[in-house]
């Protein structure tokens, strides 16, 4: 037994109204520390990702709405891999209600979203790149969402390289799209999906 961890459950009360449904999407209870790291990290990822898209060239010949909507998901998938690695969304994502199943699988689907807005949109209507990777992600997600709890890390981990070289070798994007499947699948069917002890060493900060 660890005697130098300790995990804890418990999710702290959160205030009514919009700052409390925006509290509890993010994970109640978030530490300073968690923040920092999001924060940072964000920033840092965004730039490098930022620096790449524009050094391949292939950002010039993009509408700037085509840039917003690049720089959104970048900013959207760079921020949920973090988020949704922190203590505070595992315990609130993964606590002991019958309804955080249907939440976590509703979160997955809304991101059928960001598919739609990058295949048929940044990819000029590219339908087939849209639905194989809508397919990868509903069937995943179902995969590691219904796979005994103990076989959900590894399961979680075998659909996210499956999706990422199905879409290396066969649903290929310019190189400024490259990033697009790793981090969306890793924030979806691994960050999201997997349940993982909130663990801590010594106090909180």
Request: with cysteine.
């Amino acid at each position: 037994m660890r005697t130098d961890l300790r995990i804890s459950w418990d999710i702290p009360a959160t205030p009514p109204g919009l700052a409390g449904r925006l509290e509890r999407f993010m994970g109640p209870g978030k530490s300073r520390s968690e923040s920092v790291v999001e924060n940072v990290g964000l920033l840092g990822c965004a730039a490098l990702l930022a620096a790449g898209v524009w050094h391949s060239g292939v950002a010039r010949d993009w509408s700037t709405a085509q840039l917003v909507v690049v720089a959104l998901a970048g900013l959207d998938l760079i921020g949920g891999v973090l988020t949704n690695a922190t203590n505070a969304a595992k315990r609130w994502y993964h606590r002991a209600d019958p309804a955080a199943r249907r939440a976590r699988l509703l979160f997955v689907s809304a991101h059928l979203v960001h598919l739609a807005a990058m295949g048929l949109f940044v990819l000029s209507g590219d339908l087939a790149w849209t639905l194989a990777n809508a397919a990868l992600l509903l069937g995943g997600a179902v995969t590691v969402e219904f796979a005994p709890v103990h076989l959900r890390r590894p399961v979680a981990m075998a659909a996210l390289m499956a999706a990422v070289l199905i879409n290396f070798f066969w649903l290929p994007l310019p190189l400024a799209l490259a990033w697009f499947a790793p981090l969306f699948f890793l924030k979806l069917l691994v960050c999201h999906l997997v349940p993982e002890a909130p663990l801590a060493a010594g106090r909180d900060d």
